[in-house]
């Protein structure tokens, strides 16, 4: 299955955001929630297909213009399941744009590496200066008692014309001491939430195997391993709020 999404997202001059753009095809399908008139645009991901399997190769673009606000969440976890072993590993690319003073929160449910599967994710966002980000990635190493499949994750975040993180995680049979101290340390979930912008918390300790750190730039990092998603979902949520509007802009 070959499928693609697109969110444009901009201001709508009265203090709200509106989609200019939402278009998506199954399992890619998009859905506008949360209230309307005002303030931030939250949208769904809503799968409309089982999947991704073996040979599906799914993309979606999102834009964050001047001054809009955008969350992005899933309805449900994102379950990477086997297929036929002559095609090639499933595949989702995501590409994010946020302009100077637009904001986005990507904070879907977790990536689940089913037993067999073989998947591929990778992400690209460009920030502008000015902008703000909240990026939040979770992955669930196979369902309940049964081993993990092979996932590999690339993320690249840009922030101001520069590189502000590059990270590559796989998991699964076909790597090599995934589960050892060196990468996940016997942990059955992992998530990070990376936070960029002109307003930053300090950096800290979140509890457990958690942790938030700088970045070299504007920006920074947390990363969380438990054995199993509670854990990881306990220290990460918090982070994973947007800052509010300034009075004014909700009352413009």
Do not use: F, N
Not at 72 to 87: I, T
Not at 121 to 129: K, L, P, S
Not at 145 to 153: D, F, L, M, N, Y
């Amino acid at each position: 299955m070959k499928a693609s999404a697109h969110i444009v997202a901009e201001a709508d001059g009265r203090g709200g955001t509106r989609p200019s753009v939402l278009r998506g095809e199954s399992p890619l399908l998009l859905r506008r929630t949360g209230r309307r008139g005002g303030g931030d645009l939250t949208v769904h991901l809503v799968g409309g297909a089982a999947g991704p399997l073996r040979g599906d190769d799914l993309r979606l673009d999102i834009e964050v213009g001047p001054g809009a606000r955008l969350t992005v969440r899933s309805v449900a976890a994102q379950l990477a399941l086997p297929g036929r072993l002559e095609l090639p590993a499933s595949r989702l690319a995501v590409r994010a744009t946020v302009a100077a003073g637009g904001t986005l929160l990507w904070a879907p449910e977790p990536l689940i590496a089913a037993a067999g599967c073989h998947h591929l994710a990778a992400t690209e966002v460009t920030v502008e200066r000015g902008g703000t980000l909240i990026w939040r990635d979770d992955l669930v190493c196979g369902r309940h008692a049964e081993p993990s499949g092979t996932v590999k994750t690339e993320v690249l975040i840009r922030y101001g014309g520069k590189a502000l993180y590059r990270h590559e995680l796989a998991i699964g049979p076909s790597a090599p001491g995934w589960s050892g101290p060196a990468v996940l340390g016997g942990g059955r979930a992992a998530g990070t939430v990376v936070l960029a912008g002109p307003s930053l918390p300090d950096a800290r300790l979140l509890g457990g195997d958690a942790v938030l750190m700088p970045l070299a730039g504007p920006g920074m990092l947390a990363s969380a391993v438990g054995p199993d998603i509670r854990a990881v979902a306990a220290a990460l949520d918090p982070l994973c709020v947007l800052p509010c509007l300034p009075l004014e802009s909700l009352a413009a």
